[in-house]
């Protein structure tokens, strides 16, 4: 059973330009969740999707970010005109339940560096 | 966002000692604490889930809860070099819509 898939696992951009992000949450599991390290800090909470619909995005940047999850395909976190200030990891997380019921099982991270 | 404390570390204890992580929390309404550990450039991974105030045990490591003083620890008996990585505590919050997570400990264990 393969567990959660992120890709690209490295993404360099020039400021300015876009960054997608893409997760594919482990087989059975309907709840997404992205989370953003920075260097020496913490996950901090993004946003938290179910097919088709964003359930909680409290923690989403209010402008340049956005994330979707379709009723087919995998999860995208999108980020738009990147600043350097975006540079770290982004982590997806999936679970069968609400992420508050039950464990959160993670994808490798995708590594943004923005140049 | 309500607020996951923890002591950054580093946190080091030799080989075979007892390793304790402290983590507080600051939403009273909060009923489910988890605790992951991160080794340097992995993803995390689920270590313990605690639910209800008291002691949890598996294996070499018990979690401990204590809703009143909102604190919640992890001892990591006969500590491994193998467990040197960042221990991360996580609150799930009121809503259950997702964990919130502090820093991290960083845990070394020397042999």
């Known amino acids: 059973n393969a567990g959660v898939m992120q890709n690209p696992r490295h993404l360099v951009r020039r400021r300015g330009q876009e960054a997608r992000l893409r997760c594919s949450p482990m087989k059975g599991h309907s709840h997404v969740y992205w989370y953003r390290q920075l260097p020496e800090e913490g996950l901090k909470f993004m946003v938290y999707l179910q097919k088709e619909n964003i359930i909680d995005e409290s923690g989403m940047p209010k402008e340049r970010f956005s994330a979707e999850f379709p009723k087919e395909g995998p999860s995208i976190l999108r980020i738009q005109q990147v600043v350097r200030g975006d540079s770290a990891a982004y982590f997806c997380?999936?679970?069968?339940?609400?992420?508050?019921?039950?464990?959160?099982?993670f994808g490798e991270g995708s590594r943004l560096t923005v140049l | 966002q309500k607020e996951v404390e923890q002591n950054s570390g580093p946190l080091s204890v030799p080989e075979g000692a007892i390793a304790s992580l402290n983590c507080t929390y600051s939403?009273?309404?909060?009923?489910?604490f988890f605790w992951y550990r991160q080794y340097s450039g992995k993803s995390p991974e689920l270590i313990m889930f605690?639910?209800?105030?008291g002691d949890k045990e598996d294996g070499r490591f018990t979690a401990q809860l204590n809703k009143a003083s909102q604190y919640v620890s992890l001892l990591i008996r006969d500590s491994q070099p193998s467990d040197s990585a960042t221990y991360l505590c996580a609150v799930a919050n009121q809503a259950g819509t997702a964990l919130i997570f502090g820093k991290g400990t960083t845990l070394s264990v020397s042999s």
């Open positions: 939403d009273r309404g909060s009923q489910s």
């Open positions: 605690i639910y209800s105030n």
């Open positions: 997380a999936s679970s069968p339940a609400r992420g508050g019921t039950g464990e959160l099982f």
